[in-house]
């Protein structure tokens, strides 16, 4: 099968995993034919994976889907297997030296974002969500005491690469929330990354979400992708506030949280954008992340 590296993926990896970007096109045909796959239709990708559409020996639709090992998706075939289609895309083969998987076929024509009203869609992320976080997260998987952990440990040095003192001290405010639940980091399963777009439409259930990046630890860290999804339509409420405490309202009552707690772990999760932004060189904070921290501060009591 003829193949060629998408732009974007090139872009994506060509600095850190070059010998998995020249071995991809090897890679889909290797897999193809171990799996017996037929291709069927065009690949879509996004920054970090492949994904190809195909089907089984046993005309079974399915997604080959090809992605450098790394540390944040070393758990997910573990993940996606105490799971086991719960609320989630379900894994059919996995190869754990490329962290190559085989996953069921779902819609990616039709993310949860196509759903206009945000209610709506927010409800449904809400209860998936409830499901995911209600599994504990199996032995040897990655800790979220470790992750908040180490961010602590790079603040101090990051913070001084802000230029505006106020900002520092949100980023310090941010670290002291973290450190105020460190002790308690929770053994759910997490999903780490569930927004509108990695949830699709599926067949077996009208909605599935896809794309993990596990992690044990509180549901509370799990919340923050989705107070920024379709950020515009927040900032078209006049009220960026009060619409970011009704989506935080939402998703704690759906999944039963502590408010303080989860505010908590929010902010956690603002520190670690602000710390991966830092690391790319940026001397400021990113408006959203500055709004998020200002709404998310009237449920710190």
């Avoid at 060509?14 to 020249?22: C, G, I, N, S, V």
């Avoid at 171990?34 to 195909?54: F, H």
């Avoid at 990695?198 to 509370?220: T, Y």
């Avoid at 998703?251 to 772990?265: N, Q, S």
Wanted: charged letters at 25%.
């Amino acid at each position: 099968m003829h193949f060629d590296v998408p732009r974007q993926l090139v872009q994506s990896h060509q600095d850190e995993h070059p010998d998995w970007l020249a071995a991809l096109p090897r890679l889909v045909t290797e897999f193809l034919d171990r799996w017996s796959l037929r291709p069927e239709g065009p690949t879509w990708n996004g920054c970090a994976s492949l994904v190809l559409p195909v089907t089984r020996e046993d005309g079974t639709p399915a997604a080959l889907k090809l992605q450098p090992p790394t540390e944040e998706n070393a758990g997910t075939a573990l993940a996606l297997r105490t799971w086991d289609g719960d609320g989630i895309v379900r894994l059919l083969e996995y190869d754990r030296e490329t962290s190559t998987q085989l996953l069921e076929r779902l819609d990616e024509s039709r993310p949860l974002s196509t759903v206009p009203d945000d209610t709506t869609a927010l409800t449904v992320l809400a209860e998936l969500l409830a499901r995911l976080t209600a599994r504990p997260a199996p032995a040897g998987m990655r800790q979220l005491a470790d992750v908040a952990e180490a961010m602590l440990d790079q603040t101090p040095e990051a913070v001084l690469e802000l230029a505006d003192p106020a900002e520092r001290q949100l980023v310090l405010r941010c670290a002291a929330a973290t450190a105020e639940v460190l002790g308690e980091p929770g053994d759910r399963l997490l999903h780490w990354d569930l927004h509108y777009d990695n949830i699709l439409a599926g067949g077996r259930e009208k909605w599935l979400a896809i794309d993990p990046e596990p992690l044990a630890g509180d549901p509370g860290f799990d919340l923050l992708p989705a107070l920024d999804n379709r950020w515009a339509d927040v900032v078209a409420t006049g009220d960026v506030p009060r619409a970011v405490l009704r989506r935080f309202d939402l998703l704690t009552e759906a999944l039963g949280l502590d408010r303080r707690r989860a505010y908590a772990w929010s902010m956690a999760r603002i520190l670690q954008n602000s710390l991966w932004d830092i690391e790319d060189g940026e001397t400021r904070l990113q408006p959203v992340q500055l709004a998020l921290a200002e709404a998310l501060s009237a449920r710190s009591r």
